[in-house]
């Protein structure tokens, strides 16, 4: 186990070439935001570029991209394609039945502008061109639909006799579910980086626990990250916050193992484990403890993975500096005071203080 310090980050800084473009540092797609988590599709992309990512692309609902476009020129949007309408697109799925038997309370609560699961094709080419794929910042899963979803992979789980293989026969579930499951599907022999974050972790912890016992975990692709707050973790492998709280190495340890990935497990001293090295990161305070800020963590490792640094090294490397940018924020601004959005320009010191010390 060891703890992060400065000399160790400077090292792994990756190296910015005078002789270079933008594709030398990398293209990150980021499949991010909501309607109603729009600055979460904003935050996690312009940090990736704070930190040095040559190009973003935003893949989004429509609305979502047109937000982040009114917010800043630097973010390339890719408007993802839309379920015809909420009703029509639901009464051809194979939860028909089930659907109609929802109150109509439900209908009209349910998200506008569910991603359709057939944008993965939109996006197939850009899921193997991309340096680093980031999923699942503000990328709401749906909403009255969630317990249908659940119960359509519970079906489909019972019905057939499969561990990781189920993904390609369990039934596409509705809302953002469905587009999320087709992505998993395609994405799964990619060899390029992958970072999971919030609903995205939430899907997979779904589809590990589909029939109320642990299964075999989803196979995540090979180079992964997973970023879970404690709650989150506790979702994935099925254990009380408490538990995790109390033992935080040892569960991020197993979580690397179980699912085979790097593993984040965010809060005061962020754990990074990809199940044989242990990082424990020294830096932040608690102005970062406000909405937005793990969007901008997650961005922050997707752009050290455009430029190259290895998975465990971009998680190093994103959660040091991230820390250490709410710490100098926090000197000016006072912990109370700090934003999300503030920890975007505070990125620079970090990364200034980190090269000049
Ligand atoms: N501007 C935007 O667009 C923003 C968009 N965002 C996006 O919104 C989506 C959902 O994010 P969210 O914040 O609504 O739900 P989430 O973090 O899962 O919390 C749910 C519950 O979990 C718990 N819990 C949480 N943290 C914990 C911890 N450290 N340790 C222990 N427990 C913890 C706590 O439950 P409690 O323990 O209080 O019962 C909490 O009520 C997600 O996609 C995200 O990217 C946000 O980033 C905000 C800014
Ligand atoms: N008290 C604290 N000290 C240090 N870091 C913190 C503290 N509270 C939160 N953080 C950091 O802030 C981020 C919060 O991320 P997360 O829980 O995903 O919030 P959100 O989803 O609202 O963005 C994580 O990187 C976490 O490590």
Do not use: W
Not at 194 to 200: K, L, N, P, R, S
Request: net charge neutral.
């Amino acid at each position: 186990m060891q703890t992060l310090i400065h000399d160790y980050i400077k090292a792994i800084l990756p190296p910015r070439p005078n002789d270079s473009h933008k594709m030398t540092f990398g293209n990150v797609l980021n499949i991010a935001g909501s309607i109603n988590y729009r600055g979460a599709a904003y935050l996690s992309s312009i940090s990736a570029l704070r930190v040095g990512a040559g190009y973003v692309t935003l893949a989004s609902s429509p609305i979502v991209c047109d937000s982040v476009s009114a917010l800043t020129p630097n973010v390339v949007t890719l408007p993802l394609l839309i379920s015809p309408t909420e009703k029509d697109h639901i009464l051809t799925q194979p939860t028909d039945l089930l659907l109609k038997q929802l109150p109509s309370t439900n209908m009209q609560s349910m998200d506008v502008q569910t991603i359709d699961a057939k944008a993965v094709l939109q996006l197939r080419d850009k899921l193997t061109q991309a340096s680093v794929i980031s999923i699942g910042s503000g990328l709401s899963l749906g909403q009255s639909t969630d317990q249908l979803s659940v119960n359509a992979i519970h079906n489909s789980l019972d019905n057939k006799n499969h561990s990781n293989n189920h993904l390609n026969s369990l039934i596409v579930p509705e809302g953002n579910r469905g587009f999320f499951y087709a992505l998993l599907r395609e994405i799964q022999t990619n060899t390029n980086p992958v970072i999971f974050d919030a609903d995205a972790l939430n899907f997979i912890s779904g589809l590990s626990h589909a029939s109320g016992t642990m299964q075999t975990p989803i196979i995540l692709p090979k180079n992964s990250i997973i970023t879970p707050h404690p709650k989150e973790l506790s979702r994935l492998l099925n254990v009380d916050v408490s538990k995790i709280q109390a033992q935080r190495v040892y569960y991020a340890n197993i979580a690397a193992k179980q699912y085979k990935t790097v593993v984040v497990l965010k809060g005061q001293h962020t754990v990074i484990s990809d199940g044989e090295r242990v990082f424990i990161n020294p830096t932040g305070n608690s102005a970062l403890a406000k909405a937005g800020t793990g969007d901008v963590l997650t961005g922050m490792i997707a752009g050290f993975c455009a430029q190259g640094a290895s998975p465990i090294n971009a998680a190093c490397l994103g959660v040091y500096l991230h820390g250490l940018a709410g710490d100098i924020a926090a000197k000016d601004l006072s912990q109370y005071s700090v934003l999300a959005s503030d920890l975007l320009n505070y990125i620079p010191q970090a990364i200034l203080k980190v090269l000049t010390l």
